[in-house]
């Protein structure tokens, strides 16, 4: 029996994490949260609650490279280290989508048969204003993006989850839905397939203060 997972958080990559509170204001209207550092992979973020009927528990993150962090001995997740993200990066950007499970392992093994590689499990933490986070993850060893972000990550988590100490903020995640080679995935993973064949690897769509917002990620590896 392949292992249930579903949404957890959608990834936005930002050059700086101040630019990244910038830009979520402007788009949606309201601020994130502080989140805290990453250590096992040199970045750091904020987090604003995403929460809807449809997906429960699910939140934004906000992810930039901490520049008073230590270099990390691998390749960062979510292809913060890509040459062309380097280079383009100035806008945040959706990226990625992260999906819950509770057997990692068994989640893991089935997009491999699916031929999609996640990685390997990695354990890691964070320290945020409310107390220690504690997770494991998969992330390959390069730090790709399976199908340009179309393809989750998997986490599993510890005994408390972001979004118990995180306040509602007015955005709820609508709808997300995949494009590409990952279309076909889309029903397994509790989300939609993209109707068009030239959509976004990843589109979703927020109700916000500020009326819906729609986010789609890039074609490349940016």
């Known amino acids: 029996m392949t292992p249930m997972i579903e949404l957890d958080h959608l990834v936005v990559a930002c050059r700086t994490l101040a630019a990244g509170r910038a830009w979520c204001e402007t788009t949606f209207g309201v601020a994130p949260e502080t989140g805290g550092r ?7 973020n904020a987090v604003l609650a995403i929460s809807s009927a449809r997906f429960a528990k699910s939140y934004l993150e906000l992810i930039a490279i901490d520049p008073d ?4 001995t691998c390749h960062r997740w979510f292809d913060l280290d890509a040459p062309t993200w380097q280079a383009t990066g100035d806008e945040p950007r959706l990226v990625h989508w992260v999906a819950r499970t509770d057997d990692i392992v068994g989640a893991g093994a089935a997009l491999l048969r699916a031929g999609f590689d996640p ?3 990695v354990v890691a933490e964070r320290m ?10 998969t992330v390959r060893d390069d730090g790709a993006r399976p199908a340009a972000g179309a393809v989750p990550l998997l986490i599993e988590w510890g005994e408390v989850h972001p979004t118990d100490a995180l306040p509602a903020r007015g955005v709820g995640l609508e709808s997300l839905a995949l494009g590409g080679v990952a279309g076909e995935l889309a029903v397994g ?16 769509v927020f109700t916000t203060p500020r ?6 990620a890039p074609t490349a590896a940016a």
């Not at 962090?69 to 990390?72: G, L, N, Q, T, W």
């Not at 945020?128 to 993850?137: A, D, K, M, S, Y």
Request: no cysteine; net charge positive; proline share 13%.
């Open 38 to 44: 990453h250590p096992l992979m040199g970045t750091h």
């Open 69 to 72: 962090a230590a270099a990390p």
């Open 119 to 121: 990685g390997p499990v």
């Open 128 to 137: 945020t204003p409310r107390g220690l986070l504690r997770w494991r993850i």
């Open 189 to 204: 993973l509790g989300v939609a397939a993209a109707s068009d064949a030239a959509a976004p690897p990843l589109a979703a």
């Open 211 to 216: 009326g819906r917002v729609t986010l789609a």
